[in-house]
Protein backbone atom coordinates (compact mmCIF):
# COMPACT_ATOMS: atom_id res chain seq x y z
CA UNK A 1 0.00 0.00 0.00
CA UNK A 2 0.53 3.73 -0.29
CA UNK A 3 3.34 4.94 2.28
CA UNK A 4 3.03 8.06 4.20
CA UNK A 5 5.76 9.43 6.24
CA UNK A 6 5.69 11.73 9.21
CA UNK A 7 8.32 13.55 10.90
CA UNK A 8 9.10 13.84 13.92
CA UNK A 9 7.40 10.92 15.86
CA UNK A 10 7.78 12.79 18.94
CA UNK A 11 9.06 16.03 19.97
CA UNK A 12 9.04 18.04 23.32
CA UNK A 13 8.99 21.84 23.52
CA UNK A 14 8.59 24.61 26.07
CA UNK A 15 5.58 26.48 26.73
CA UNK A 16 5.51 29.45 23.44
CA UNK A 17 7.59 27.98 21.17
CA UNK A 18 6.35 26.55 17.85
CA UNK A 19 6.63 23.31 16.60
CA UNK A 20 6.39 22.01 12.95
CA UNK A 21 5.27 18.56 11.64
CA UNK A 22 5.89 17.21 8.32
CA UNK A 23 3.74 15.06 6.54
CA UNK A 24 5.01 13.41 3.34
CA UNK A 25 3.52 10.87 0.48
CA UNK A 26 6.67 8.79 -0.31
CA UNK A 27 5.27 7.00 -3.60
CA UNK A 28 1.91 8.97 -4.24
CA UNK A 29 1.03 12.65 -4.96
CA UNK A 30 -2.02 13.58 -2.18
CA UNK A 31 -3.95 16.61 -3.51
CA UNK A 32 -5.90 15.98 -0.10
CA UNK A 33 -4.22 15.93 3.28
CA UNK A 34 -5.99 15.50 6.53
CA UNK A 35 -4.66 16.67 10.11
CA UNK A 36 -6.10 14.82 12.89
CA UNK A 37 -5.14 15.31 16.84
CA UNK A 38 -5.78 11.86 19.38
CA UNK A 39 -5.89 12.27 23.07
CA UNK A 40 -5.26 9.52 25.29
CA UNK A 41 -8.32 6.98 25.42
CA UNK A 42 -9.76 8.72 22.49
CA UNK A 43 -11.05 8.61 19.40
CA UNK A 44 -9.14 10.63 16.06
CA UNK A 45 -10.83 14.36 16.16
CA UNK A 46 -10.18 15.75 12.95
CA UNK A 47 -8.97 19.11 12.75
CA UNK A 48 -8.43 20.43 9.25
CA UNK A 49 -8.17 19.50 5.37
CA UNK A 50 -5.26 20.26 3.56
CA UNK A 51 -5.31 20.75 -0.46
CA UNK A 52 -2.49 21.32 -2.71
CA UNK A 53 -2.11 24.85 -3.51
CA UNK A 54 -5.18 26.32 -1.65
CA UNK A 55 -5.64 27.70 2.01
CA UNK A 56 -6.23 24.68 4.75
CA UNK A 57 -9.95 23.96 5.65
CA UNK A 58 -10.15 23.93 9.60
CA UNK A 59 -13.18 22.43 11.15
CA UNK A 60 -15.64 24.10 13.63
CA UNK A 61 -13.76 25.05 17.09
CA UNK A 62 -9.66 24.38 15.51
CA UNK A 63 -7.80 27.82 15.93
CA UNK A 64 -6.01 28.16 12.10
CA UNK A 65 -3.92 30.84 13.18
CA UNK A 66 -2.85 28.74 16.17
CA UNK A 67 -2.45 25.63 13.76
CA UNK A 68 -0.92 26.52 10.65
CA UNK A 69 -0.86 23.97 7.52
CA UNK A 70 0.95 24.69 4.58
CA UNK A 71 0.46 22.03 1.64
CA UNK A 72 2.86 23.49 -1.07
CA UNK A 73 3.39 20.20 -3.13
CA UNK A 74 1.34 17.00 -3.90
CA UNK A 75 4.01 15.04 -1.81
CA UNK A 76 4.39 17.20 1.33
CA UNK A 77 1.78 18.99 3.87
CA UNK A 78 3.04 20.52 7.18
CA UNK A 79 1.42 21.35 10.63
CA UNK A 80 2.94 24.23 12.67
CA UNK A 81 1.93 24.35 16.32
CA UNK A 82 2.34 28.42 17.16
CA UNK A 83 2.78 29.38 20.89
CA UNK A 84 2.36 25.81 22.04
CA UNK A 85 1.05 25.42 25.78
CA UNK A 86 0.81 22.61 27.53
CA UNK A 87 -2.87 21.79 26.50
CA UNK A 88 -1.38 21.42 23.01
CA UNK A 89 -0.23 18.10 23.64
CA UNK A 90 -1.54 15.55 21.77
CA UNK A 91 -1.34 12.87 19.69
CA UNK A 92 -0.92 14.55 16.00
CA UNK A 93 -1.23 11.79 13.27
CA UNK A 94 -1.28 13.19 9.11
CA UNK A 95 -3.41 11.39 6.35
CA UNK A 96 -3.00 11.76 2.90
CA UNK A 97 -6.08 10.74 0.34
CA UNK A 98 -5.42 8.44 -2.39
CA UNK A 99 -7.41 6.59 -4.89
CA UNK A 100 -10.89 8.06 -6.35
CA UNK A 101 -14.36 6.97 -6.21
CA UNK A 102 -15.25 4.06 -4.96
CA UNK A 103 -11.09 3.44 -4.50
CA UNK A 104 -10.61 6.59 -2.48
CA UNK A 105 -8.63 5.51 1.14
CA UNK A 106 -6.57 7.25 3.70
CA UNK A 107 -3.20 6.58 4.41
CA UNK A 108 -1.96 7.68 7.46
CA UNK A 109 1.21 8.53 8.86
CA UNK A 110 2.71 7.02 12.19
CA UNK A 111 1.69 10.30 14.20
CA UNK A 112 3.72 12.95 15.87
CA UNK A 113 3.71 12.83 20.10
CA UNK A 114 4.22 16.47 20.95
CA UNK A 115 4.61 17.20 24.39
CA UNK A 116 4.50 21.09 26.15
CA UNK A 117 6.16 21.72 29.13
CA UNK B 1 -22.52 13.93 9.16
CA UNK B 2 -23.60 10.22 9.08
CA UNK B 3 -22.64 8.51 12.15
CA UNK B 4 -21.79 5.14 13.41
CA UNK B 5 -22.78 3.40 16.37
CA UNK B 6 -19.99 0.48 17.58
CA UNK B 7 -19.69 -1.58 20.82
CA UNK B 8 -16.62 -0.35 23.09
CA UNK B 9 -14.70 -3.43 23.61
CA UNK B 10 -14.89 -7.02 22.35
CA UNK B 11 -13.42 -9.99 23.23
CA UNK B 12 -12.16 -13.10 21.24
CA UNK B 13 -10.04 -15.93 21.19
CA UNK B 14 -6.89 -16.34 18.76
CA UNK B 15 -7.53 -18.52 15.88
CA UNK B 16 -11.42 -18.03 16.42
CA UNK B 17 -13.68 -15.57 13.93
CA UNK B 18 -14.45 -12.17 14.70
CA UNK B 19 -17.44 -10.26 13.79
CA UNK B 20 -17.36 -6.84 14.91
CA UNK B 21 -20.59 -4.76 14.02
CA UNK B 22 -21.52 -0.99 13.30
CA UNK B 23 -24.61 0.45 13.18
CA UNK B 24 -25.48 3.23 10.48
CA UNK B 25 -29.18 4.15 10.33
CA UNK B 26 -28.83 7.75 9.10
CA UNK B 27 -27.13 6.54 5.93
CA UNK B 28 -27.37 8.35 2.65
CA UNK B 29 -27.10 6.43 -0.95
CA UNK B 30 -23.61 7.81 -1.50
CA UNK B 31 -21.76 6.82 1.51
CA UNK B 32 -19.57 4.62 1.60
CA UNK B 33 -18.06 2.21 4.85
CA UNK B 34 -15.05 2.38 5.22
CA UNK B 35 -13.30 0.13 8.16
CA UNK B 36 -9.57 1.29 9.50
CA UNK B 37 -7.88 -0.26 12.81
CA UNK B 38 -5.38 1.49 15.17
CA UNK B 39 -2.72 -0.37 16.90
CA UNK B 40 -1.56 1.66 20.25
CA UNK B 41 0.53 4.74 19.48
CA UNK B 42 0.54 4.39 15.61
CA UNK B 43 -1.46 6.15 13.12
CA UNK B 44 -4.86 3.97 11.71
CA UNK B 45 -4.56 1.67 9.05
CA UNK B 46 -6.63 0.68 6.66
CA UNK B 47 -9.15 -2.56 6.39
CA UNK B 48 -11.70 -2.74 3.78
CA UNK B 49 -14.31 -0.67 2.27
CA UNK B 50 -17.66 -1.29 0.72
CA UNK B 51 -20.86 0.39 -0.72
CA UNK B 52 -23.78 -2.14 -1.13
CA UNK B 53 -21.86 -5.99 -1.89
CA UNK B 54 -20.07 -7.90 0.46
CA UNK B 55 -16.39 -7.27 0.25
CA UNK B 56 -13.73 -9.26 0.64
CA UNK B 57 -9.38 -9.08 0.99
CA UNK B 58 -6.77 -10.37 2.26
CA UNK B 59 -7.28 -8.90 5.25
CA UNK B 60 -10.87 -9.03 6.41
CA UNK B 61 -14.10 -9.51 4.99
CA UNK B 62 -17.00 -6.83 4.83
CA UNK B 63 -20.68 -8.17 5.12
CA UNK B 64 -23.15 -4.63 4.58
CA UNK B 65 -26.97 -5.50 5.62
CA UNK B 66 -29.53 -5.45 2.72
CA UNK B 67 -31.08 -1.65 4.04
CA UNK B 68 -26.97 -0.50 4.84
CA UNK B 69 -27.82 0.55 8.31
CA UNK B 70 -25.40 -1.71 9.70
CA UNK B 71 -22.54 -3.53 8.68
CA UNK B 72 -20.07 -6.25 10.08
CA UNK B 73 -15.89 -6.33 9.83
CA UNK B 74 -15.58 -10.13 9.98
CA UNK B 75 -11.54 -11.28 11.07
CA UNK B 76 -11.80 -15.01 10.29
CA UNK B 77 -9.04 -16.46 12.07
CA UNK B 78 -8.12 -13.99 15.07
CA UNK B 79 -4.15 -13.27 15.76
CA UNK B 80 -2.50 -11.34 18.77
CA UNK B 81 -1.61 -8.94 16.44
CA UNK B 82 -5.30 -8.40 15.47
CA UNK B 83 -5.55 -6.68 19.02
CA UNK B 84 -6.70 -2.76 18.02
CA UNK B 85 -9.06 -0.43 17.93
CA UNK B 86 -11.53 -1.04 14.88
CA UNK B 87 -13.16 2.35 13.47
CA UNK B 88 -16.49 1.63 11.47
CA UNK B 89 -16.25 4.98 9.04
CA UNK B 90 -18.80 6.34 6.72
CA UNK B 91 -17.09 9.03 4.07
CA UNK B 92 -19.62 12.39 3.26
CA UNK B 93 -18.36 12.47 -0.84
CA UNK B 94 -14.72 11.45 0.40
CA UNK B 95 -14.44 14.65 1.48
CA UNK B 96 -13.56 13.63 5.04
CA UNK B 97 -13.64 10.80 7.47
CA UNK B 98 -14.98 11.45 10.76
CA UNK B 99 -13.73 8.53 13.08
CA UNK B 100 -16.14 7.47 15.62
CA UNK B 101 -15.33 6.22 19.20
CA UNK B 102 -14.40 2.15 17.59
CA UNK B 103 -14.27 -1.14 19.12
CA UNK B 104 -11.44 -1.96 21.31
CA UNK B 105 -10.78 -5.75 20.54
CA UNK B 106 -8.50 -8.00 23.03
CA UNK B 107 -7.74 -11.31 21.25
CA UNK B 108 -6.62 -14.27 24.60
CA UNK B 109 -3.95 -16.24 23.27
Partial sequence: GAVVSQHPSWVICKSGTSVKIECRSLDFQATTMFWYRQFPKQSLMLMATSNEGSKATYEQGVEKDKFLINHASLTLSTLTVTSAHPEDSSFYICSAQTGGGQDEKLFFGSGTQLSVL | ?109
Avoid at chain 2, 37 to 56: A, C, D, K, M
Avoid at chain 2, 72 to 79: Q, S
Avoid at chain 2, 98 to 103: E, I, K, M, P
Wanted: charged share 20%; hydrophobic share 30%.
Fill in chain 2, 1 to 109: DAKTTQPNSMESNEEEPVHLPCNHSTISGTDYIHWYRQLPSQGPEYVIHGLTSNVNNRMASLAIAEDRKSSTLILHRATLRDAAVYYCILTYNFNKFYFGSGTKLNVKP
